[in-house]
């Protein structure tokens, strides 16, 4: 079955940057999206299409495609973005969906 | 405001079966796909399955797929999910989610599921 991975954590000061990584085979085919997940609480959706923002979501929240790798970045991290993120995608036909195993991002 | 409302999570047995439900406002149900998505404690997210508006296309997960149906009702503005043969893997949170194109851009609270003796 079609995979994506990730980090299992990715630690930052305040104000740098994270990037959060998420590889897969079909990701040059198939759009990915990223989602924030906070303790107790629903994910919410950071980007989609590889690199849109929704509205509302910050600035500082990016994201980028090469190959079969797709990045999340939060550029001038802040506390409040100590969360788990995971990647979303699907299979080559684009009928079977996948999630990565999230990424626990710590801001020291 | 879109709201999407889980129900039915709870306490079954090894073999058991039970059914969520997710009832959705805010927004024209009949329009959308919906889709289950779950949580095991302490662990990833992990995609169920989805189902058009009409409800004539349907996907499952591998690890689903001939145990768990998913169903609607667009006059009730309603997401189903009926899980048999229930193992101790399946215990999770499990939320419903609307998709947009495709992606999950609504999410419920989720309902917990726990299958033990």
Redesign the interface.
């Known amino acids: 079955?079609y995979e994506l991975t990730q980090p299992p954590s990715v630690s930052v000061s305040p104000g740098q940057t994270a990037r959060i990584t998420c590889s897969g085979d079909a990701l040059p085919k198939q759009?990915a999206?990223w989602?924030q997940?906070k303790p107790g609480q629903?994910?919410?959706?950071v980007i989609?299409?590889d690199s849109e923002r929704?509205s509302g979501i910050p600035e500082r929240f990016s994201g980028s495609s090469s190959g079969t790798t797709v990045t999340l970045t939060i550029s001038g991290v802040q506390a409040e973005d100590e969360a788990?993120y995971?990647c979303?995608s699907?299979d080559s036909s684009g009928?079977?969906?996948?999630?990565?195993?999230?990424t626990k991002l710590t801001v020291l | 405001q879109v709201q999407l409302v889980e129900s039915g999570g709870g306490l079954v047995k090894p073999g058991g079966s039970l059914r969520l439900s997710c009832a959705a406002s805010g927004f024209t149900f009949s329009d959308y796909y919906m889709s289950w998505i779950r949580q095991a404690p302490g662990k990833g997210l992990e995609w169920v399955s989805y189902i058009s508006s009409s409800g004539s296309t349907i996907y499952y997960a591998d690890s689903v797929k001939g145990r768990f149906t998913i169903s609607r009702d667009n006059a009730k503005n309603s997401l189903y999910l009926q899980m048999n043969s229930l193992r101790a893997e399946d215990t999770a949170v499990y939320y419903c989610a609307r998709i947009s194109s495709s992606w999950l851009d609504y999410w419920g609270q989720g309902t917990l599921v726990t299958v033990s003796s």
Request: aromatic share 30%; net charge neutral; proline share 8%.
């Open positions: 079955s759009y999206y989602y997940q629903a994910p919410v959706l989609y299409k929704p788990d995971y979303q699907a009928t079977l969906w996948v999630f990565g195993g999230g």
